[in-house]
């Protein structure tokens, strides 16, 4: 029987809020409100992005800016299904390897070139270049033999091998003009490359702002939006401010309509405040992990790793930094990923000094120093911890510097925090030179473990613990060649217990949550569906009274 996946035609509701509330408002009448059109906003955000092209943004913070201008073929719903966005359906053939997207009509980008069956396939076949994308989707890509346009109106994606996460990647994948590979820009991003979305970037000033004007001729919202048609809003400015504290000064003192990133300190002043509402989203993907280098430093031990797990209380430091608005991170996916999330991993490890400090007696960490850090043949037991500035969210800092003392206090390990810019992070992966890295991602449908578990070249482009093991391979691939949801799961929950109990190769720490803040004028403000990142401007409107 041919193998067909039709999207449905009723309306999924854009909004996937783990826990909201409206402060003291009343939510009924708030929710019945008619929207009103016109006006401005502005919003306080914690991250300026790195690169405006959103093919080379791998910032999942600085999106919410990104999806106004560019947009996708699928879009996901709550549960992690698929519905029609700048592509009608979707097709499987029976033998998993061929998909097709018929595109939605009369669609065009902001400089007035039409969207086509062409324009698609450039987006892809030029990702596939890595002089281009550096090999950013090297994994899904090594996968594709080719991508062509049966018509101006049919996209034709033909796969070398049955692989179920490729869905995830290609409905979701951002698609520019095709004016955009003549110009200047391309790689920075910037006015000059279009997408076909709601708004239309018309200026940015490093450091300071985006500024975004309403595209009049957009009518082909996801199907997933509340509304049709051009965007509510006129004009959306986003201010770059990276201080918690004052993105949360900025909104109760009106310079601002709506802040993201609010810290644990700050959550009760906009909870229950009828001047204001708060809502909260867990992000899906991979948790914000240490993952400890398995090829460089002290971490090649395994009982340094497993003691470096156990000399730390990640439920103690998370209640302590964010007041209880934080939720534990356990293993290789989010909590909120009901897909592939294996919830029995949860209490089996860490949090235990007395084993911390057997392990490294066993590994012969068994002197200390006059600062009170074990050694060994007259060296100090350091590992160094590398962040990317432009990744430090979230009171991250606070969060580190806990475990760093926790480290040290209850085990005698030296954990140096490096906060790098972005060459010299290029660089230090590049030639392995560290100890542990941090990091998050909100890549679903499995390409997030990949990318962290597969061998660091080509395909585990996060693979900070440089693991190798041929198990964790041989579960990738089992996972990725069924649509077996239940079997993937079970491939995955192998890999789960092998990568973080019983070879400690990472310690997670939370699930990344955005919190959305704004003033009570502001309407419509929520999270994507399924990966519970904050929305574009598209649904927000002002009522200013």
Request: include cysteine; aromatic fraction near 10%; hydrophobic fraction near 35%.
């Amino acid at each position: 029987m041919r193998h067909r996946r039709l999207l449905a035609t009723a309306l999924v509701s854009a909004v996937a809020v783990l826990a909201a509330a409206c402060g003291g408002t009343d939510t009924a009448a708030r929710e019945s409100a008619q929207p009103v059109s016109g006006g401005s906003l502005t919003w306080g955000v914690e991250t300026e992005p790195t690169t405006l092209n959103p093919h080379l943004n791998g910032q999942s913070n600085t999106h919410l800016m990104l999806r106004n201008v560019f947009e996708s073929l699928l879009a996901r719903t709550t549960e992690g299904g698929f519905v029609s966005w700048l592509a009608t359906g979707h097709e499987i053939s029976p033998d998993g390897l061929t998909y097709t997207f018929p595109l939605r009509e009369g669609v065009k980008f902001t400089d007035g070139n039409p969207l086509t069956a062409t324009a698609v396939v450039r987006n892809f076949t030029t990702m596939q270049d890595v002089s281009y994308s550096g090999g950013w989707s090297a994994g899904p890509l090594s996968h594709l033999a080719a991508v062509t346009a049966r018509d101006e109106r049919t996209v034709v994606f033909t796969l070398k091998d049955p692989y179920a996460p490729f869905l995830d990647f290609a409905a979701g994948f951002p698609i520019i003009s095709p004016a955009a590979w003549d110009k200047p820009q391309l790689k920075a991003g910037g006015p000059e490359i279009a997408g076909t979305g709601p708004f239309v970037l018309d200026r940015y000033v490093k450091g300071q702002e985006l500024h975004f004007r309403k595209n009049p001729d957009y009518n082909w919202a996801p199907q997933s939006a509340k509304h049709q048609g051009p965007a509510y809003l006129d004009e959306v400015t986003y201010r770059f401010l990276p201080e918690s504290s004052v993105r949360t000064g900025a909104l109760t003192s009106g310079q601002v309509d709506l802040i993201e990133g609010v810290s644990g300190n700050d959550a009760a002043l906009f909870r229950d405040n009828p001047d204001f509402t708060y809502s909260t989203g867990l992000n899906n993907g991979s948790p914000y992990t240490l993952y400890w280098n398995a090829t460089f430093g002290p971490a090649t031990d395994e009982r340094v790793r497993k003691a470096l797990n156990n000399s730390v209380d990640v439920n103690a430091i998370l209640q302590s930094i964010y007041r209880g608005e934080r939720t534990r991170g356990w293993g290789i996916a989010s909590s909120v990923d009901t897909l592939f999330y294996d919830k029995s991993i949860e209490g089996t490890y860490g949090a235990d000094k007395a084993a911390a400090n057997r392990l490294l007696d066993e590994a012969g960490w068994t002197a200390k120093d006059s600062d009170g850090f074990r050694t060994k043949d007259g060296q100090r037991l350091t590992v160094e911890l590398v962040q990317a500035q432009s990744t430090v969210r979230d009171q991250r800092e606070v969060l580190l510097q806990a475990v760093q003392a926790q480290a040290k206090q209850n085990a005698g390990i030296d954990l140096k925090l490096s906060y790098v810019d972005l060459g010299t992070y290029s660089e230090l992966r590049k030639k392995n030179a560290f100890g542990s890295i941090a990091n998050s991602d909100t890549i679903t449908g499995g390409i997030d473990i990949e990318n962290h578990w597969y061998p660091p070249t080509p395909l585990g482009t996060l693979n900070y613990s440089r693991a190798t093991d041929p198990e964790l391979s041989t579960w990738l691939r089992a996972a990725a060649s069924t649509t077996d949801t239940a079997e993937r799961a079970k491939q995955y929950a192998q890999l789960q217990r092998f990568a973080i109990v019983d070879k400690a190769y990472g310690l997670p720490l939370y699930i990344p949550e955005n919190q959305i803040a704004t003033g009570a004028h502001v309407y419509g403000a929520g999270y994507r569906p399924y990966k519970q990142l904050p929305e574009n401007a598209y649904d927000i409107w002002v009522d200013r009274g």
